[in-house]
């Protein structure tokens, strides 16, 4: 019974591991990526936005994180999951710990998705190239909601090849699918941007083959596609009805504190609690006016508009591979014409679904930000790493087909057949392979490509480098400064503030240098009338040191933007 137990479990783990050149080689590749990206989760000191998410919600728990929205910095529903780590006690775990599971968990849906439309080991050539991009890089461990959005769109994009396929899809991925939407709506509103192209082009495949298969069935109501139209779009329904409950609580919280907190209001001074329960409806309706006067991103003239938002874009390119915008956007326009053309000769293709995805991805968001105005932040589009990795691998793939094609009827000596112009077009094509043991290896010259640009990226110092070095300043000065021995810490920027309670959990309210033990002072603060970068973060300014109470302090350390007193 023993042997028989050893010899069940030894399958079992055989069984799970993966065995396919191509997959061993992702399995690698992915640990090794787990471990850049926990490296760097701790080697990079946290920028001002992720210092301010930390001190000013997560710190506080998640319950303050779900209901407090002071500015559209605070992407809730990251904050609120980063609160929950955060009762663990460590802050670079808090700050960071869902960005690094999301990150690595992107890498393993990226290569799902890939595997699953592409062949020739483009699914690992995807993988590798994603992880080669600046802004996947900068954003993979941040503590910010973006990556946590990207893994929502990531799993949508996932759970579309099962709604989209012939078979009977249970309700339960229509359940996750509504849930990547609400939780990526409620993590970063700006989600928006790839919730709906992704419904428009599950729901355009859906309907399509619907009206296709209705010669078949007789009637379109009666046909398998339509069925999930329908339970699709009742599911869609109720993810917008679920992440505006969500909202209105914020909306409710930010309308209470407004009208308690505001003079010559009838509830002035009265207790939350006692608004909630007396107005409701004047609280939402002055949360949602408080959240619609504080826009995320800002609405351009028309004129503005179309001056810079061809620059835009290929600012957006570039920082997803530098210096490679332009390639990038030739690749783009040329796999939308690839996809289109497959969707129309070939819609019985497994890719029709991705294709579908790319379309419209890049036309439903490029048509939304000129019907809005609007240029976001780059970042807010990190998520698109994956649509320019999928165009990519849509013209290798469309260039590895052709090239077999091409090489198949060499090989078998029919070139000038009148037969040959009737060869059927596979979506997978395979190489003749000869004697020799590197026949057919020609196909993977792609993914030897995309590794060795991920060499000289990983190599690079931009690849690696600090994210903010004012803040990577600041903390280092704190640690020469040996917080934990001084008894009455002065914080003159917010940086110094936010780094002092992620670092030791000292709330310093302190702003001033008034009997003060320690304290940082910016070069940029020896400038009288300074209003320079970083002049925003300052609490104080040359006119309001009392520097006649610096002069009695000791500088101990100095470098080119700080100087370090002691008492």
């Given at each position: 019974?023993?042997?028989?137990?050893?010899?069940?479990?030894?399958?079992?783990?055989?069984?799970?591991?993966?065995?396919?050149?191509?997959?061993?080689?992702?399995?690698?590749?992915?640990?090794?990526?787990?471990?850049?990206?926990?490296?760097?989760?701790?080697?990079?000191?946290?920028?001002?936005?992720e210092?301010?998410?930390?001190?000013?919600?997560?710190?506080?728990?998640?319950?303050?994180?779900?209901?407090?929205?002071?500015?559209?910095?605070?992407?809730?529903?990251y904050s609120?999951?980063?609160?929950?780590?955060?009762?663990?006690?460590?802050?670079?775990?808090?700050?960071?710990?869902?960005?690094?599971?999301?990150a690595?968990?992107?890498?393993?849906?990226?290569?799902?998705?890939?595997?699953?439309?592409?062949?020739?080991?483009?699914?690992?050539?995807?993988m590798?190239?994603?992880?080669?991009?600046?802004?996947?890089?900068?954003?993979?461990?941040?503590?910010?909601?973006?990556?946590?959005?990207?893994?929502c769109?990531?799993?949508?994009?996932?759970?579309?090849?099962?709604?989209?396929?012939?078979?009977?899809?249970?309700?339960?991925?229509?359940?996750?699918?509504?849930?990547?939407?609400?939780?990526?709506?409620?993590?970063?509103?700006?989600?928006?941007?790839?919730?709906?192209?992704?419904?428009?082009?599950i729901?355009?495949?859906?309907?399509?083959?619907a009206?296709?298969?209705?010669?078949?069935?007789?009637?379109l109501?009666?046909?398998?596609?339509?069925?999930?139209?329908?339970?699709?779009?009742?599911?869609?329904?109720?993810a917008?009805?679920?992440?505006?409950?969500?909202?209105?609580?914020i909306?409710?919280?930010?309308?209470s504190?407004?009208?308690?907190?505001?003079?010559g209001?009838?509830?002035?001074?009265?207790?939350?609690?006692?608004?909630?329960?007396?107005?409701?409806?004047?609280?939402?309706?002055?949360?949602?006016?408080?959240?619609?006067?504080?826009?995320?991103i800002?609405?351009?003239?028309?004129e503005?508009?179309?001056?810079?938002?061809?620059?835009?874009?290929?600012?957006?390119?570039?920082?997803?591979?530098?210096?490679?915008?332009?390639?990038?956007?030739?690749?783009?326009?040329?796999?939308?014409?690839?996809a289109?053309?497959?969707?129309?000769?070939h819609?019985?293709?497994?890719?029709?679904?991705?294709?579908l995805?790319?379309?419209?991805?890049?036309?439903v968001?490029?048509?939304?930000?000129?019907?809005?105005?609007k240029?976001?932040y780059?970042?807010?589009?990190?998520?698109?790493?994956?649509?320019?990795?999928?165009?990519?691998?849509?013209?290798?793939?469309?260039?590895?087909?052709n090239?077999i094609?091409?090489?198949?009827?060499?090989?078998t000596?029919?070139?000038?057949?009148?037969?040959?112009?009737?060869?059927?077009?596979?979506?997978?094509?395979?190489?003749?392979?000869g004697?020799?043991?590197?026949s057919?290896?020609?196909?993977?010259v792609?993914?030897?490509?995309?590794?060795?640009?991920?060499?000289?990226?990983?190599?690079?110092?931009?690849?690696?480098?600090?994210?903010?070095?004012?803040?990577?300043?600041?903390?280092?000065?704190?640690?020469?400064?040996?917080?934990?021995?001084?008894?009455?810490?002065?914080?003159?920027?917010?940086?110094?503030?936010y780094?002092?309670?992620?670092?030791?959990?000292?709330?310093?309210?302190?702003?001033?240098?008034?009997?003060?033990?320690?304290?940082?002072?910016?070069?940029?603060?020896?400038?009288?009338?300074?209003?320079g970068p970083?002049?925003?973060k300052?609490?104080?300014?040359?006119?309001?040191?009392?520097?006649?109470y610096?002069?009695?302090?000791?500088?101990i350390?100095?470098?080119?933007?700080?100087?370090?007193?002691?008492k």
């Amino acid at each position: 019974m023993n042997e028989s137990l050893t010899y069940k479990t030894e399958k079992k783990i055989y069984d799970l591991l993966p065995h396919e050149p191509e997959t061993i080689g992702a399995t690698l590749f992915i640990i090794a990526m787990s471990c850049y990206y926990l490296w760097r989760m701790f080697a990079i000191t946290p920028v001002y936005d992720e210092l301010y998410t930390y001190y000013t919600f997560i710190s506080r728990g998640p319950f303050y994180a779900a209901i407090h929205w002071p500015l559209p910095n605070n992407h809730v529903g990251y904050s609120v999951l980063s609160a929950i780590l955060d009762l663990f006690g460590n802050p670079y775990i808090g700050l960071r710990g869902v960005s690094l599971v999301c990150a690595v968990t992107n890498l393993v849906l990226i290569y799902r998705i890939c595997k699953r439309y592409y062949s020739h080991g483009l699914g690992f050539a995807a993988m590798v190239l994603y992880a080669s991009m600046q802004i996947v890089t900068e954003y993979s461990v941040q503590g910010r909601g973006y990556t946590l959005s990207t893994t929502c769109f990531l799993l949508s994009i996932y759970i579309a090849g099962y709604i989209c396929s012939a078979n009977d899809t249970p309700k339960s991925y229509y359940r996750y699918l509504a849930v990547c939407f609400v939780l990526g709506l409620y993590t970063v509103p700006s989600s928006v941007y790839w919730v709906i192209p992704i419904s428009v082009a599950i729901g355009a495949y859906l309907i399509i083959n619907a009206i296709a298969s209705s010669d078949v069935r007789g009637k379109l109501r009666e046909t398998v596609y339509y069925k999930k139209f329908s339970t699709f779009f009742i599911y869609g329904v109720i993810a917008a009805f679920v992440t505006t409950v969500l909202y209105m609580i914020i909306w409710l919280a930010i309308g209470s504190n407004l009208l308690v907190k505001t003079e010559g209001s009838e509830f002035y001074g009265l207790s939350h609690g006692t608004v909630l329960l007396r107005a409701p409806v004047s609280s939402m309706l002055k949360g949602v006016e408080y959240m619609l006067s504080q826009p995320y991103i800002q609405s351009l003239s028309v004129e503005d508009f179309n001056e810079r938002c061809f620059g835009w874009g290929m600012s957006l390119l570039n920082y997803m591979v530098p210096n490679m915008s332009w390639m990038l956007l030739i690749i783009i326009l040329l796999s939308l014409v690839i996809a289109l053309l497959e969707c129309i000769r070939h819609l019985a293709y497994s890719r029709t679904v991705i294709n579908l995805i790319i379309v419209s991805n890049v036309v439903v968001t490029t048509a939304m930000l000129f019907i809005q105005h609007k240029l976001p932040y780059l970042r807010v589009f990190s998520y698109g790493a994956f649509i320019v990795c999928a165009c990519v691998v849509t013209c290798l793939e469309r260039l590895i087909n052709n090239c077999i094609r091409l090489y198949n009827r060499y090989k078998t000596k029919k070139n000038a057949d009148k037969e040959d112009s009737k060869m059927v077009v596979n979506e997978f094509e395979n190489a003749i392979k000869g004697d020799k043991w590197y026949s057919g290896l020609g196909v993977y010259v792609p993914l030897f490509l995309i590794l060795i640009f991920f060499i000289m990226r990983l190599s690079s110092y931009q690849f690696n480098a600090q994210l903010g070095e004012r803040e990577n300043d600041v903390f280092n000065t704190l640690y020469i400064a040996d917080v934990r021995r001084r008894h009455n810490v002065a914080a003159i920027d917010c940086d110094q503030q936010y780094l002092l309670k992620f670092g030791w959990d000292i709330d310093c309210n302190k702003t001033d240098v008034d009997g003060a033990d320690m304290v940082i002072l910016d070069k940029n603060l020896l400038e009288p009338g300074y209003s320079g970068p970083d002049f925003w973060k300052f609490y104080q300014t040359y006119e309001t040191i009392n520097w006649d109470y610096i002069d009695t302090m000791r500088a101990i350390y100095e470098n080119e933007n700080f100087i370090l007193y002691i008492k």
